[in-house]
T-cell receptor, first 116, second 113 residues
Framework: NAGVMQNPRHLVRRRGQEARLRCSPM?????VYWYRQLPEEGLKFMVY????????ESGMPKERFSAEFPKEGPSILRIQQVVRGDSAAYFC??????????????FGPGTRLTVL | AQSVAQPEDQVNVAEGNPLTVKCTYS??????LFWYVQYPNRGLQFLLK??????LVKGSYGFEAEFNKSQTSFHLKKPSALVSDSALYFC???????????FGRGTSLIVHP
């Protein structure tokens, strides 16, 4: 049973370019979280999605960041016009639907974004 | 609102000694509590959780955690540390009414040979 997959594992972008981070949840999981990890700051929640619906985006920066989880394919976190401050590790986690009794979020290996 | 505090940035312990990594939480209702471990350049691995029931929860790799409602704490423990336990440990909390786990800043555990 494959775990949560993220790609690419490492991504280098120049300032002003776009970054696209992909996340495929575990089999049977319908919900996805995105978190950002900055040095000395721990994990910060960004967004929580189910297929074709954003449930909670209270942690997303207001500009340049967007997320989607289409009916088919992986969840995508998109960062437009990247700046050096966007350099971080971005982690995706997946879980079964709420109310099923399964409450553990399982994490992928992360994408390490470096902005030059 | 829910929050987690890990008061120690780093914990140092000698191999073979018991270890404790501290965590306190704040929720408006009842908590789900979690511990995760992160090795360098890897994702977070689930260690254990508390939902309800026994206050002492046992998890992977010999780790356990004790839920203390009066002190709002969920400290991670292991009777005998291994050098291979050296990693970054995260405590997380989720209020029963929330779907979003909130994570602490992490505690770096260093086990010396």
């Amino acid at each position: 049973n494959a775990g949560v997959m993220q790609n690419p594992r490492h991504l280098v972008r120049r300032r002003g370019q776009e970054a696209r981070l992909r996340c495929s949840p575990m089999k049977g999981h319908s919900h996805v979280y995105w978190y950002r990890q900055l040095p000395e700051e721990g994990l910060k929640f960004m967004v929580y999605l189910q297929k074709e619906n954003i449930i909670d985006e209270s942690g997303m920066p207001k500009e340049r960041f967007s997320a989607e989880f289409p009916k088919e394919g992986p969840s995508i976190l998109r960062i437009q016009q990247v700046v050096r401050g966007d350099s971080a590790a971005y982690f995706c986690a997946s879980s079964p639907p709420p109310g099923t009794g399964a409450i553990i979020a399982y994490f992928g290996p992360g994408t390490r974004l470096t902005v030059l | 609102a829910q929050s987690v505090a890990q008061p120690e940035d780093q914990v140092n312990v000698a191999e073979g000694n018991p270890l404790t990594v501290k965590c306190t939480y704040s929720v408006s209702g009842n908590p789900y509590l979690f511990w995760y471990v992160q090795y360098p350049n890897r994702g977070l691995q689930f260690l254990l959780k508390y939902i309800t029931g026994d206050n002492l929860v046992k998890g992977s790799y010999g780790f356990e955690a004790e839920f203390n409602k009066s002190q709002t704490s969920f400290h991670l423990k292991k009777p005998s540390a291994l050098v291979s336990d050296s990693a970054l440990y995260f405590c997380a909390v989720r209020d029963y009414g929330s779907y979003i786990p909130t994570f602490g800043r992490g505690t770096s555990l260093i086990v010396h040979p």
